[in-house]
């Protein structure tokens, strides 16, 4: 079962792609995960994709979609995964079907969660992060035991430069103008999957399992 999991920043894809990996025992793959595995451990493909981050410029397409090549094509993939945040473009997701029909495979599904800009702002905004330990809170879905603290380790929880809302502004009209092409893409394709995002985290789950089977 080979899934692409698509929608804005904030829509949650993440949380689900998790919650399908623990249910179908596939792994849960995203871009950042390989570059950083790829340059810490200094393989060729890793040292090529640094030159360009070192630079502070985006990791071409081709060489982006080597690098996920060569993870799908691990033993832990062999019954299927999930890719979160690739491809982000057309030419990316091009790019993988080529690839993938080299290997005799294809997407089995590409599952869209939609949530309105308005609420994706309403969401991020509610985000808390412990800058030392990482763990991430909610001031309306998952609060703190103490307003304000981090429940593991005690330190004052921080609203990321990434969540304030001028920011998620941008990143959503980035997320429209690049990757909702994508959308129309797969479903051309006859892959893709609409899921309603605002139905609540048990309901989506729920619903994406529907899909799955």
Do not use: W
């Not at 080299?102 to 905004?125: C, L, N, T, W």
């Amino acid at each position: 079962m080979k899934i692409i999991m698509l929608g804005a920043p904030g829509a949650g894809k993440g949380t689900q792609a998790e919650r399908i990996t623990a249910k179908y025992n596939i792994p849960h793959i995203s871009t950042g995960d390989i570059f950083r595995a790829n340059i810490r451990d200094n393989t060729p493909l890793g040292k090529k994709a640094k030159s360009y981050m070192d630079k502070g410029e985006l990791v071409p397409d081709e060489l982006t979609c080597d690098l996920v090549t060569d993870r799908i094509s691990k033993d832990d993939c062999k019954d299927g995964y999930i890719l979160d945040g690739f491809p982000r473009t057309i030419a990316q997701a091009e790019a993988l079907d080529k690839a993938l029909e080299k290997r005799g495979e294809s997407i089995d599904f590409a599952i869209d969660i939609e949530v309105p800009d308005e609420e994706i702002v309403h969401r991020m905004q509610g985000r808390r992060f412990c800058p030392k330990c990482g763990a991430t809170y909610h001031i309306e879905s998952l609060k703190p035991k103490v307003e304000g603290i981090c429940d593991k380790c005690g330190t004052e929880l921080i609203l990321r430069d990434d969540d304030k809302p001028e920011t998620v502004k941008h990143r959503l009209s980035v997320y429209h103008e690049q990757t909702q092409p994508l959308v129309d893409y797969f479903e051309k394709k006859g892959v893709l999957k609409k899921i309603n995002g605002t139905i609540g985290l048990e309901n989506v789950t729920a619903e994406i399992s529907k899909v799955l089977g």
